[in-house]
């Protein structure tokens, strides 16, 4: 973290009284720091004559905890318990009582907090290890400033590590950067955080250490000329547009940040090209923003490099823009920009909340800790501490989500994961019989999305005839996915044919295709070859248990389906149909109509036919007559009276304009919607109406209804949307 305030940097001496509360009253002006020098007197008494592994006066250690604990702005009483934190631990006659007497019951529980927590040794057998973590959990469900005071200790004793043996220096180090450099991390305190990082990665790998060390000194001079050039010409941009009471600072990246970036890159040091960042803090929110234009009028931002962290802080807690740019001649770097207050919870993370105690609303630390505040809704007695080793691997160092059953057992599960894949993971018979769950005790759809903390409660029912298919395009997990398969699988033979000719029929329902159509044996059989069937039967089997998809069935079939279409495109759309129309006909709407003049017709909205569509036309009880595709869904069905069936054609004269409705389906794109109804216009293509909606795979289904003239130029339509890149895949709708 920053020496900015300390003069003298020697980790084993003992920071004086009054530096100590010079630095707290820094941030705490008004309140009273008695207790400080008082917990300064005792320490001083308790630890005297003892030594530390250097050989230097024990109270060097806890005067500088809490010295560190003034600089992330903690208040007196926390740091008043760094100076106590480990006299009940290693000195003879104190106890908990003792320091509830002499201080305050509160400094008494903090103090007693870091005690047990000094007792947590990650490095013990994998049992102990994760109980441990388990009861650091606890302690800082109980009090959050134990961990920081945790924090700070865990920092000085890494500034003073070489005094210890060279495996145990190698064993705290990987300790830190696994779980103190993380949790700093998480907690927002970044001081911390980046000064464990580095003194972690010097005792870690001290060769790339030095390398890396030996490189920055080389180029220092170079990166500070830089940093002041970058200031000068920002500084002038923003005085001339105004700005005032702002800073900007410039800062090379620190060591850590750089290996991770080499290593993760797999480059060297000379191809890391952001080594230096800009920060300006300004006084009000509206100022970033104008910040931002500025600097991007200065420099060109790298694209996919800006992030507004301030509309959606990291962790509830880091709130800052962020921009890439480059420079003239080619120099990258970070502007980061943010208000004098997020630069304050962006340094010292929740340590930052006790400079404000009293002026807040008693619920914002809540708010800000709200995935803290879930662990600690966990009860400790029934965890299972392998899954609770798990759950921290994967949700506090990664971005996996754990979750609790009623009982208490934690469960991790990869990002995006249901109550289904929950199910399965607790058992497979779990998985099977679910009918139902709920999140935070409430109902939600399965297809719901678990987030760290929820408590979930499968409901299952003996009577649940098992997984559904649509399960496999829910699950995220493996295990489910396999464990659904399986069912559905074993499932007989009747079942999953039934299951399949539902799901296949549903499926062309929702995709308004037509089974005729597409079933035809000709296109059968192109697909039993592709997929190896031995028949329908056997088509509906596989489709039944999840071997092959409704959706993939159909789109095959489709294809062929098009492509036999397109063939024989030319000889229906010209024309045998025109010709026989009965003499009795009359006009209207732009159809002819065979039969009594008077007949009201309209166009059916399963299908909206337009001009260079086959059409025919269906007397409605209303006496009026409506206009369908000849190859709608509506007219191809059991129910339709052939009796009422009339001959109808297009005519030249009447209406001119038609609706249409056609499908697409484009990645979703912040835009497309705006991007589709400006090509509209452009084509001059009337757009009537239309709707959205993403799909679970990530993917919008956009639904359009056209004012259109006739097949050709809803074709031309198709053909622009298909040239996007951002669309997959364009259809008319009702065919
Ligand atoms: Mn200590």
């Not at 004086?16 to 002006?29: D, G, K, Q, V």
């Not at 001083?44 to 060097?60: C, D, I, K, L, N």
């Not at 499926?507 to 035809?520: P, S, W």
């Not at 835009?671 to 090509?679: F, H, K, R, T, V």
Request: proline fraction near 4%; hydrophobic fraction near 35%.
């Amino acid at each position: 973290m920053s020496q900015e305030h300390t003069s003298d940097t020697n980790p084993n001496r003992i920071v004086p009284l009054e530096e100590i509360i010079s630095h707290a009253t820094r941030y705490h002006p008004r309140d009273d720091m008695e207790i400080i020098s008082r917990a300064y007197s005792y320490a001083q008494q308790a630890h005297a004559g003892q030594v530390r592994m250097s050989g230097e006066p024990y109270f060097s250690h806890p005067t500088n905890v809490a010295l560190i604990l003034a600089d992330i702005m903690m208040d007196p009483a926390t740091i008043a318990a760094g100076l106590l934190h480990d006299t009940v631990e290693d000195v003879e006659g104190v106890t908990g009582e003792t320091i509830e007497k002499l201080f305050t019951p509160e400094i008494s529980q903090m103090v007693d907090g870091v005690t047990k927590l000094s007792h947590v040794d990650f490095f013990s057998k994998h049992q102990q290890k994760t109980e441990s973590i388990r009861k650091m959990f606890m302690a800082m469900a109980k009090e959050i400033r134990v961990v920081l005071i945790k924090l700070a200790d865990r920092l000085h004793n890494m500034r003073t590590l070489d005094t210890q043996k060279p495996q145990r220096r190698q064993d705290i180090a990987q300790e830190t950067l696994d779980i103190y450099a993380p949790l700093a991390h998480r907690l927002g305190v970044y001081a911390i955080k980046s000064e464990l990082e580095d003194l972690c990665l010097k005792y870690l790998d001290p060769a790339e250490y030095l390398l890396i060390k030996q490189k920055a000194d080389e180029n220092a001079q170079a990166q500070q000329t830089l940093i002041s050039d970058i200031k000068t010409d920002l500084k002038a941009s923003l005085d001339a547009e105004g700005l005032s009471g702002y800073e900007i600072s410039g800062r090379i990246k620190h060591a850590y940040s750089i290996y991770r970036k080499m290593k993760a890159q797999k480059k060297t040091y000379e191809q890391i090209l952001d080594l230096v960042a800009v920060r300006v803090v300004v006084k009000q929110l509206s100022d970033c923003y104008s910040v931002l234009g500025i600097v991007h009028s200065i420099w060109k931002p790298m694209p996919d490099r800006i992030k507004d962290y301030i509309h959606s802080p990291k962790y509830g807690i880091y709130q800052s823009l962020h921009t890439t740019v480059i420079d003239k001649s080619g120099q990258i770097f970070e502007v980061q920009i943010r208000t004098f207050e997020m630069h304050e919870n962006a340094e010292y993370g929740i340590a930052a909340h006790w400079r404000y105690k009293e002026g807040r609303a008693a619920d914002e630390l809540d708010d800000k800790l709200s995935w803290l505040r879930r662990i600690i809704d966990w009860s400790s007695e029934t965890g299972d501490a392998d899954e609770f080793s798990t759950f921290l691997r994967t949700d506090l160092f990664q971005d996996d989500v754990y979750v609790f059953t009623p009982a208490g057992d934690i469960f991790s599960l990869p990002k995006g994961a249901t109550p289904i894949d929950f199910a399965y993971r607790i058992h497979t018979a779990v998985g099977n019989r679910c009918v139902g769950a709920r999140v935070d005790r409430k109902m939600v759809p399965l297809s719901t999305k678990l987030e760290s903390g929820n408590l979930v409660e499968i409901i299952t029912s003996a009577a649940s005839k098992g997984p559904s298919l649509d399960w496999l395009n829910i699950v995220v997990t493996g295990e489910a996915k396999a464990k659904i398969r399986s069912f559905l699988k074993n499932a007989s033979k009747d079942e999953n044919l039934a299951r399949g000719r539902d799901m296949i029929e549903r499926e062309l329902k929702r995709m308004g295709l037509n089974y005729v159509d597409l079933f035809k044996t000709e296109f059968l059989e192109t697909l039993y070859r592709r997929y190896s069937l031995s028949g329908l039967d056997d088509l509906y089997v596989t489709v039944g248990f999840g071997g092959l998809s409704a959706p993939q069935i159909i789109n095959r079939l489709n294809d062929e389906y098009r492509k036999s279409v397109k063939q024989e495109a030319k000889p229906i759309d010209t024309l045998p149909e025109k010709a026989p129309v009965k003499s009795r006909t009359h006009t209207t709407q732009g159809v002819e109509v065979e039969g009594d003049a008077g007949m009201l017709v309209r166009f059916a909205r399963c299908c909206n036919p337009l001009p260079g569509d086959k059409i025919v036309g269906y007397v409605t009880n209303g006496r009026g007559v409506s206009i369908h595709r000849a190859d709608c869904v509506n007219m191809l069905d059991g129910t339709v009276e052939p009796g009422r069936m009339v001959k109808v054609n297009w005519s030249d004269e009447g209406k001119s304009s038609y609706e249409a409705e056609i499908q697409v389906r484009g990645y979703d794109k912040v835009g497309l919607l705006g991007d589709l109804s400006n090509l509209f216009a452009n084509l001059e293509v009337p757009l009537l109406a239309v709707s959205a909606r993403s799909l679970k795979n990530g993917t919008t289904q956009i639904n359009l209804t056209l004012e259109i003239k006739d097949t050709g130029q809803l074709d031309k339509v198709i053909r622009q949307l298909q040239k996007r890149s951002d669309i997959i895949e364009v259809f008319r709708t009702g065919m």
